[in-house]
């Protein structure tokens, strides 16, 4: 609808989401202008900061947040539990790279017993479990890199995309969870803008408005929803596109029922529909 023009400015709130889709995000967004600039109040998570990386320019607000790119997948089941909870283990490669750190530094096992250590692992996460957690790894590597790619220059800037992709893959920040605010991001090489005053007051000001909308920092209570009823639909905004002339919202309609059994109280929830709609 934007049509072709010279810079887009992308406003962006997440806590993350699937590996493969910034890389579409960005070259869609990319195919539209001349400069792809990216604006974070507040939190730009895993998924975003992949977006992040394939951005010009990245403003950032006092709270905005970055975050490592070390994607987790799960061990099938529960090794202490595998035929009655069929419970799924996340598993990431820095998980396992601390293990084997752990046995070597704290528990200084000798290089040569190294291999006891590994041949444990493997009896208790299944081969195949620690081969897609590394396939897994090499992706969000390789898209970040690609994703760098799209702006900075991979012969006389590639000691820096090297850098950036150490910090930001999980090699040197190794706990996902890790924010990353703007004077780190600038310090590992990222291009990134302080906003003035004015911009950062529009910034949140935006931010509070979806925040408001969409319940971001509300926790979902399956009994509020209900109050004194045993069954009720509710309609939840999961997310937001939004430009000056359009907005699409993804929509879950849900349905919560109440059970008491023995005077105990339990709840169902059921999405009844899950869908993008222009509103």
Same mark, same amino acid.
């Given at each position: 609808?934007? +049509? ?7 406003? =962006?709130?997440?806590? +993350? ?12 967004? *990319? ?20 977006? @992040? ?5 990245? !403003? ?26 069929? /419970? ?14 752990? @046995? ?14 590994? *041949? ?19 992706? +969000? ?26 910090? =930001?893959?999980? /090699? ?38 979806? /925040? ?19 069954? @009720? ?22 349905? !919560? ?12 929830l059921n999405i009844l529909s899950s869908k993008w709609e222009v509103v």
């Amino acid at each position: 609808k934007i +049509g072709v023009t010279d810079k887009i400015s992308l406003f =962006i709130y997440t806590r +993350g989401g699937a590996l493969i889709v910034p890389l579409k995000i960005v070259k869609l967004i *990319k195919s539209y202008c001349n400069k792809f600039e990216i604006l974070i109040p507040y939190r730009c998570h895993s998924a975003g900061t992949l977006i @992040a990386l394939g951005a010009d320019n990245i !403003v950032m607000g006092k709270l905005g947040e970055l975050s490592p790119v070390d994607p987790s997948t799960t061990h099938p089941f529960n090794p202490q539990n595998p035929v009655v909870s069929q /419970e799924k283990l996340p598993i990431s490669v820095e998980d396992l790279n601390s293990y084997l750190l752990f @046995a070597k530094e704290m528990a200084k096992v000798d290089n040569d017993k190294m291999i006891e250590v590994f *041949k444990y692992l493997v009896e208790n996460i299944h081969p195949l479990s620690l081969g897609n957690a590394y396939r897994v790894y090499r992706i +969000g590597k390789m898209i970040s890199e690609k994703l760098l790619k799209l702006h900075m220059n991979e012969k006389t800037e590639k000691d820096k995309i090297e850098s950036i992709l150490k910090e =930001i893959t999980g /090699e040197t920040l190794c706990i996902h969870e890790y924010p990353i605010y703007r004077d780190e991001a600038k310090n590992i090489g990222l291009d990134v803008e302080i906003p003035d005053k004015d911009l950062e007051e529009k910034l949140w000001e935006l931010y509070e408005a979806y /925040e408001g909308e969409m319940k971001l920092n509300i926790p979902f209570y399956p009994a509020e929803v209900l109050g004194d009823k045993e069954m @009720a639909n509710a309609k939840y905004i999961g997310a937001c596109i939004e430009s000056r002339d359009l907005l699409n919202q993804f929509i879950y309609n849900v349905n !919560v029922t109440k059970t008491s059994i023995d005077g105990k109280s339990s709840f169902n929830l059921n999405i009844l529909s899950s869908k993008w709609e222009v509103v």
